[in-house]
């Protein structure tokens, strides 16, 4: 494990807890619960393997430790959720205008076979597959500007209207061509952003009916302007395969969903997790 990593992780979850008060009723605070709920994500083991003290090295282990049945249900509540969101701010950092941003999907696949009922069946990598999908929008942040995870038979587009509602900054949002559509395009432009997407390979033409002038426009960028500018602009998209990448590519990062992850609320929980882990290890390379 990463020590330097850890250590930045827990002075983020002691400035996160001092907006945290702990109840009468409650016997662990809510940072404990994330911070061993944490523990857990990090080395990709079950939570209530972190419940060990025997699991912990004395530096880092906490005075107490809750039991498998009390992380259960604190993690079924509203205030792990809450402190994870202040967490994934704090970790990220001050936010940084993005002007060009890029959203895309990745798949998170389970065996065909799984009994989770949240499991669906959809487009994976390289055919169906069934399981989850990450939905995320990256500007130059160490945190997306925005995300979600939902059954992998949510279609993108469904999923990218809800995603660019929660956009602040207004510029061009790069996606690939599965999110070419007039509808998202008139979206975009609602929330301030032209978004820029090749046409589908079987588009042959535009056809005779309307189109959004904002899909026009990227058509006429990307296919028909003189100017290079929007070929060279496109050439961005290329950065959230890289975010992709980055989030996968290092010990303890999302490469896939274990064993004991299963329903919706565990995997956007997990994922969760992982993407504030991220998020920590690409502030201290920048640093």
């Not at 827990?10 to 008060?21: G, I, W």
């Not at 004395?58 to 259960?72: E, G, I, K, V, W």
């Not at 990220?92 to 009994?115: C, E, N």
């Not at 009922?117 to 055919?127: L, V």
Request: hydrophobic residues 40%; proline residues 5%; glycine residues 6%.
């Amino acid at each position: 494990m990463d020590h330097e990593l850890w250590s930045q992780l827990s002075h983020a979850m002691a400035d996160v807890a001092r907006a945290f008060r702990k109840s009468a009723r409650q016997t662990f605070a809510t940072q404990s619960i994330v911070r061993v709920y944490l523990w857990a994500v990090l080395h990709d083991r079950p939570v209530v393997w972190a419940c060990r003290p025997s699991h912990w090295p004395r530096a880092n282990r906490p005075a107490a430790l809750p039991d498998q049945s009390t992380m259960s249900r604190r993690l079924r509540g509203r205030q792990v959720w809450q402190f994870l969101d202040r967490l994934a701010r704090r970790v990220a950092g001050p936010a940084k205008p993005s002007l060009v941003k890029a959203i895309d999907g990745k798949p998170l696949v389970v065996a065909k076979h799984t009994a989770d009922s949240d499991a669906t069946s959809g487009r994976g990598i390289g055919g169906f597959a069934k399981g989850y999908k990450l939905h995320a929008i990256w500007g130059c942040n160490a945190m997306p500007l925005a995300w979600s995870v939902r059954p992998l038979n949510v279609s993108e587009i469904t999923e990218a209207h809800t995603l660019i509602g929660r956009l602040t900054d207004e510029g061009y949002l790069l996606a690939d061509a599965g999110y070419d559509s007039n509808a998202l395009y008139e979206r975009a432009a609602i929330c301030g952003n032209q978004l820029i997407a090749p046409r589908r390979p079987s588009s042959k033409g535009l056809g005779h009916h309307r189109h959004s002038a904002h899909r026009l426009r990227a058509v006429h960028l990307l296919e028909r302007s003189p100017s290079p500018f929007g070929r060279q602009l496109y050439r961005q998209r290329r950065q959230i395969e890289r975010e992709f990448g980055n989030l996968v590519a290092f010990g303890g990062g999302l490469q896939c969903l274990p064993s004991w992850v299963r329903s919706l609320r565990r995997v956007r929980l997990f994922v969760h997790a992982k993407l504030i882990i991220n998020a920590t290890r690409i502030r201290r390379r920048v640093a």
